[in-house]
C-alpha cells in the first residue's frame, strides 16, 4: 500500500501540489436481517479505492478511484491537482491547515471474537429465534431484526510525512416489533430503534446485549401501547432514558459544535449553527452539572467515534465541549482550526469511505455521569410528578439547531415518585440551550452507556457515518410535551 | 465508465465461476463530480469514478423444502474477485434457511409481458452533461458568486455532474442496460438575518440556468430579511414545488403490496376509500418526460406507469414479483384491485419490498391553474414556504409529519407577501393536508433535500397546523 501511496504523494507534488494526503481503505461489510419469519437481507460486500486530496494554487481539490493501478492511482492524482486548480477560480483566501507533526502509527480497535469468523448461521439462528419469539406475541403484525458487521482498514499517507495504518472491526444489532390495530401503528425497538446498538467490538458485542432474552417482553410492550393513555400535552417534567438522551447530545450538541457548520460550510445541506464564535466561552450552554466532552480516545470506550488518527493525520483527542454548563469546544479540522487561528486540529476529520472527502464529524460527543452515585429508581423516586420516555421514534431540528422536537415509543407516568401508567406516542420539544439549562438531575456511571449512532448524515455529497454518545439517564424541569399530535386536531 | 459489452462479459465470466442454479448480477458504473461553495469560495470539489458489481446466486428454487438466496458485492474486477465473489455468494446461499415463497429469476418473456409502449426504455444520456468538467463548473460557480457580491450576500450550494449506467443480467437471459446523466445546482443565499435557496435536477445540463436560481434566492434573502416571529397555529400555506415534494415524499413508501402486506402502511384498511381531496391525482411514471431513472426494477422486470391516487381515491399499489404472489394469496386480495409485478422491486433479498420511485401529480385541471403568484394575490392571509426541512414522521398511521420551515418563509397578507417570517415547526397530518387544498398550479420538475425528485404543482392548503417558532 505504500508503493500504491506514493505514486499518489509523488504524482501530486510533480502536478503542482503544495500539500497531498492519500487514504487506501479496503473495506468489508455483512448485512443480515429478517422480516416476520423470511430473510430480509443476506449479503456480504467489500470495497477497496483510494482517495487523494490536494492543495494546489492555495486551494483543495479531491479525486477518487477504485483502479489502482500505477497509472490509475497517477491519473487520480493529476485530476484532484486539476480540480484544485480550477477550485482557485472561486476562492477569497489561501487554504491554510493548521501544523501537525507528521505521525508513523498502526492501530487496530480492540475485539475479542472476529465477527467474520462466527458461522453466519449462529447469526441467521439467533435473528430467527428473536423474529419468532417476538411474533409468539399476539398482536404484534410485524418482526424486524438485524445485525451488521464491518471491517475497515485504512492506510494514510502525507507529503508531511504522515504513515498510519488503522484497522476498525463494527458490530451492530436490534430489532423492533409492530403492532398494528384499530386506527394505530406502535413499536418497541430493543436495544434502540434504527438498528439497535453499536460499537467498535467483535461478536461480543452481540453476546452481551442478550437480544433474545428481552424480545419476548419488547413485543408485549408494543401490543400494549395500544391500550395506553396518550401522553398529555403542557410543561412537564422529564426524565430521559439513556438511549433518547443520547440522540439529544447528537442533534443539540455534536451537530451544532460542529466548527464547519459554524463557518457557513455547510450552509446549503445542513445548515449552519446558533453556536457563533462569540459564544465559545460565554454561552451559559447548559446547567452546572451539564458536562459534555467529544473524546475520540481508545479510553473512551468502544465507540463508533474512537480512532487513534482522524482522516487527515491527526491524533485522537478530548475536548472538553461544555464545561459545568458553560460552551468551551468546537469540532474542528486543520483547515477549520486555521480558520479561527487555533493552534491545532481538535482531530476530527472523517470520511466515510475512500471515494469522499473527509469533512468534520463528530466523534465521541458525551454527557459525563453524575458524581454522586444515583440509579434510575432514584432518580425516579426522587421525581414528584413527570414523565419518562424511553427509545427513540423520530427526531427533527432546525437548521441552525435551536429549535428540536423528539417522540418516543413509550413514556412513563412518575406520581409521587413512583412509575405509573404507560403512556403512549410521548413527545417533547424546545430550544437546545434552554432544555440543556433545565437539567437538573443525571444519573451516576453504573446507568451510563456508550451508544452508537451508525447513520449520522452531513456533506455533499452526502455521507453517512457513525458516531458514540455516551448518556445516562437525566431530568429536566418544566419541558413542553406533546405538542407533536396537535397536527391531528 | 463501463460499455454494455464490457458488463455482459463480466456477467459471462461470473456464470462460468459459479455452480448455483440461477445468477443474476446487477452492476453500476460511473463517475461523478460535485464542486462545493460557501461564502462565496469555492470550499471543496471532489469527482469519483467507480464501479459495483452486486452478485445474487439462488439454489433449490422450486424445490420442496424452498429455495435460497443471497447476494454479494465488490467494487473489484480482476478475475480472481470476479472468482471470489462467485464463491462469497455461494458460501453464503449455502447457509441460508429455505424460503418456500423464493421466485426463480424472471425469465425474458416475463419481463416482456410488462413492457409498456416503446418497450421500456428512455433517453436520458446527454453528451454535453457527461462532458462538463471542473473548469466549467467553477465558471457557472462564479455567475452565482457574482449575484451574491452584487447583492451583498453569501452564497452556499453545489454544482454537481454524473454520467452512469446500470446493468441487470440474469442466467435466465434477462439483460437490462440504462445510461443517465444528471446535473445539479442548488443555491443558496445568506443575508445577516435571512435566508433564499433554489434547486434543480436534470439529465441535460442546457436544462439549468445557475445565475437565474442565483437570482430568485437572492431575491428571497432580501426580501425576508428581518423577520417578523409569528404565532403558531393554522395558516393557509402556499407550498413552492419542493416544499410540496418535502413533505408528500414519505408517503409513497407505503404504497406497496409488502407494505399492506405488513400492515405497516396508512392505507391499511384505507384502501378504495375517498382518502384525499377530489383534485389528487398522482402517477408513478418513469417514462414522464420530466422524470429520471431506470425503468426497469431490482429484478430487470419492466417498470409499468402505476394511478396511485384518482381523484382522491387510491388506485395502484407498487408490487414486486414476490409481493404480487404473497398478495393473490393473502386475505387483502380481494380489497385491493389489480395485482401483479409492477417493475417496482428492490433488489432481492431485501427489507422493503418495493416502492414507486418517479412520482408525477398531476396539475390543476385546464382553467383553473394558479402560478404561485396568482396564489398570493388571492389570499387574505397565509405563509409562503419555499422549502421544509428536517421531516420527520410522528405518527405512522395518521401521517402526522413534523419539521421546520426554510430559507425563505413570508408572511402573506391582503394579497402580498409583506415580509419574512420566524421559521415555523410544523407538525401536520399528511392525509388532512391533502384533502384541505385549495389550489393547485403546473405540475414541474421540483428537487428537494427531504425527497427524491418528483413533478409536483406548488400548492395552497387551508388549515396548516404550525406548533412552535424557533429564533431565526
Known amino acids: 500500500m505504500k508503493e500504491i501511496g506514493s505514486w499518489a504523494l509523488d504524482t501530486a507534488k510533480l502536478r503542482g501540489a503544495t500539500h497531498a494526503e492519500a487514504r487506501i481503505v479496503d473495506e468489508r461489510k455483512r448485512a443480515l436481517a429478517t422480516r416476520s419469519g423470511h430473510i430480509g437481507s443476506a449479503s456480504d460486500s467489500e470495497s477497496l479505492g483510494i482517495g487523494i486530496r490536494v492543495i494546489a494554487d492555495g486551494s483543495f481539490g479531491f479525486a477518487a478511484t477504485d483502479d489502482l493501478t500505477r497509472k490509475g492511482v497517477q491519473n487520480c492524482a493529476s485530476q484532484a491537482v486539476q480540480i484544485a486548480r480550477a477550485s482557485a477560480r472561486v476562492k477569497s483566501a489561501e487554504q491554510f491547515l493548521a501544523p501537525e507533526q507528521p505521525h508513523i502509527a498502526e492501530w487496530a480497535s480492540p475485539y475479542r471474537i472476529d465477527p467474520f469468523g462466527v458461522p453466519l448461521e449462529k447469526n441467521l439462528d439467533l435473528l430467527f429465534a428473536i423474529d419468532a419469539e417476538m411474533r409468539r406475541v399476539k398482536g404484534v403484525t410485524l418482526a424486524e431484526t438485524s445485525m451488521n458487521f464491518r471491517r475497515y482498514e485504512q492506510w494514510f499517507f502525507s507529503s508531511e510525512g504522515s504513515a498510519i495504518h488503522q484497522t476498525f472491526i463494527t458490530s451492530g444489532a436490534g430489532y423492533a416489533a409492530h403492532s398494528f390495530a384499530g386506527a394505530e401503528i406502535q413499536k418497541r425497538s430493543y436495544p434502540n430503534s434504527y438498528g439497535g446498538q453499536y460499537q467498535n467490538k467483535g461478536y461480543e458485542l452481540i453476546e452481551e446485549l442478550q437480544l433474545l432474552d428481552h424480545a419476548g417482553a419488547i413485543a408485549e410492550q408494543a401490543v400494549a401501547l395500544h391500550s395506553a393513555d396518550r401522553c398529555p400535552q403542557g410543561k412537564f417534567n422529564v426524565i430521559l432514558a439513556s438511549d433518547q438522551l443520547s440522540l439529544q447530545i447528537h442533534e443539540s450538541v455534536g451537530h451544532p459544535i460542529e466548527l464547519d457548520r459554524v463557518l457557513g460550510m455547510e450552509a446549503n445541506f445542513a445548515g449552519t449553527s446558533f453556536l457563533t464564535l462569540d459564544k465559545l466561552r460565554t454561552l451559559k450552554y447548559g446547567s452546572d452539572i451539564v458536562n459534555i466532552v467529544a473524546d475520540a480516545t481508545e479510553s473512551h470506550g468502544p465507540g463508533l467515534g474512537t480512532f487513534a488518527y482522524d482522516d487527515e493525520g491527526v491524533a485522537a483527542q478530548c475536548t472538553p465541549i461544555i464545561t459545568n454548563g458553560l460552551f468551551t469546544g468546537y469540532l474542528t479540522s486543520r483547515d477549520t482550526a486555521a480558520a479561527i487561528g487555533a493552534a491545532c486540529s481538535g482531530g476530527c476529520l472523517r470520511a466515510e469511505g475512500w471515494n469522499r472527502l473527509p469533512i468534520v464529524r463528530m466523534t465521541n460527543i458525551s454527557i459525563l455521569p453524575g458524581e454522586s452515585p444515583l440509579s434510575l429508581e432514584q432518580l425516579i423516586a426522587s421525581t414528584d410528578h413527570g414523565i419518562l420516555m424511553e427509545t427513540n421514534r423520530s427526531w427533527s431540528i432546525d437548521d441552525k439547531r435551536y429549535n428540536f422536537q423528539f417522540s418516543c415509543e413509550v413514556g412513563w407516568e412518575i406520581v409521587n415518585g413512583q412509575r405509573r401508567r404507560m403512556l403512549k406516542n410521548p413527545s417533547y420539544s424546545g430550544i437546545s440551550t434552554e432544555f440543556w439549562n433545565s437539567m437538573d438531575a443525571i444519573c451516576s456511571r453504573d446507568e451510563w452507556k456508550l451508544w452508537g449512532t451508525p447513520n449520522c448524515g452531513k456533506g455533499q455529497p452526502q455521507q453517512v457515518i457513525g458516531t458514540g454518545h455516551g448518556a445516562a439517564p437525566a431530568r429536566f424541569r418544566g419541558v413542553a410535551v406533546g405538542a407533536a399530535y396537535k397536527g391531528s386536531e | ?472
Open chain 2, 1 to 472: 465508465m463501463l460499455t454494455r459489452d464490457q458488463a455482459s462479459a463480466i456477467f459471462a465470466k461470473l456464470r462460468k465461476y459459479s455452480s448455483a442454479d440461477e445468477v443474476e448480477l446487477l452492476i453500476s458504473s460511473g463517475r461523478s463530480a460535485l464542486t462545493r461553495f460557501a461564502n462565496n469560495t469555492i470550499h471543496q470539489n471532489v469527482s469519483e469514478e467507480s464501479h459495483a458489481l452486486s452478485l445474487r446466486v439462488s439454489i433449490d428454487v422450486g424445490s420442496a423444502q424452498g429455495g435460497r438466496t443471497a447476494r454479494a458485492s465488490t467494487n473489484k474486477l480482476d478475475d480472481d474477485s470476479l472468482r471470489r465473489l462467485a464463491q462469497t455468494a455461494e458460501t453464503l446461499v449455502r447457509l441460508q434457511q429455505p424460503d418456500p415463497e423464493l421466485l426463480a429469476m424472471p425469465t425474458p418473456r416475463e419481463v416482456v409481458e410488462g413492457e409498456v409502449d416503446g418497450g421500456g426504455t428512455v433517453q436520458r444520456h446527454v453528451q454535453r452533461t457527461a462532458r462538463i468538467d471542473a473548469p466549467d463548473r467553477a465558471e457557472a460557480v462564479a455567475r452565482i458568486v457574482d449575484v451574491a457580491n452584487r447583492n451583498e450576500l453569501a452564497s452556499a450550494g453545489i454544482y454537481a455532474t454524473s454520467e452512469f449506467a446500470e446493468g441487470l443480467f440474469n442466467s435466465g437471459g434477462v439483460a437490462k442496460w440504462h445510461e443517465q446523466t444528471s446535473a445539479e445546482v442548488s443555491v443558496t443565499m445568506i443575508g445577516d438575518t435571512s435566508s433564499g435557496w433554489q434547486k434543480a435536477n436534470a439529465p441535460d445540463v442546457a436544462t439549468l440556468n445557475p445565475a437565474k436560481m442565483a437570482e430568485i434566492a437572492a431575491e428571497k434573502a432580501r426580501k425576508s430579511a428581518n423577520p417578523r416571529e409569528l404565532e403558531p397555529g393554522k395558516y393557509s400555506v402556499i407550498l413552492e414545488p419542493s416544499a410540496v415534494l418535502d413533505i408528500v415524499g414519505s408517503m409513497f413508501w407505503d404504497f406497496s403490496g409488502s407494505a399492506l402486506l405488513e400492515q405497516r402502511s396508512f392505507l391499511n384498511d384505507r384502501l378504495g376509500t375517498h382518502l384525499f381531496g377530489d383534485n389528487i391525482t398522482v402517477e408513478d411514471d418513469v417514462y414522464h418526460p420530466l422524470q429520471t431513472g431506470t425503468p426497469f426494477d431490482g429484478e430487470g422486470m419492466t417498470r409499468q406507469r402505476l394511478k396511485l391516487i384518482d381523484k382522491g381515491v387510491v388506485q395502484d399499489l407498487a408490487y414486486s414479483r414476490r409481493a404480487a404472489m404473497k398478495m393473490r394469496r393473502s386475505e387483502l386480495a380481494e380489497k385491493v384491485g389489480r395485482v401483479g409485478p409492477t417493475g417496482h422491486g428492490f433488489m432481492l433479498p431485501n427489507e422493503m419490498g418495493e416502492a414507486p420511485l418517479n412520482i408525477v401529480f398531476a396539475g390543476a385541471p385546464s382553467g383553473s391553474s394558479q402560478t404561485v403568484e396568482q396564489m398570493i394575490a388571492s389570499t387574505e392571509r397565509g405563509i409562503l414556504v419555499t422549502r421544509l426541512w428536517y421531516i420527520r414522521e410522528v405518527d405512522p398511521y395518521e401521517k402526522i409529519l413534523t419539521g421546520m420551515t426554510r430559507d425563505g418563509t413570508f408572511l402573506v397578507e391582503n394579497g402580498k407577501a409583506q415580509c419574512g417570517v420566524r421559521n415555523l415547526r410544523f407538525n401536520q397530518s399528511l392525509v388532512n393536508m391533502l384533502r384541505n387544498v385549495e389550489a393547485l398550479g403546473e405540475a414541474v420538475r421540483a428537487s428537494g433535500e427531504e425527497s427524491i425528485d418528483m413533478v409536483v404543482p406548488p400548492m395552497r392548503v387551508r388549515e396548516f397546523t404550525f406548533t412552535e417558532t424557533t429564533k431565526f
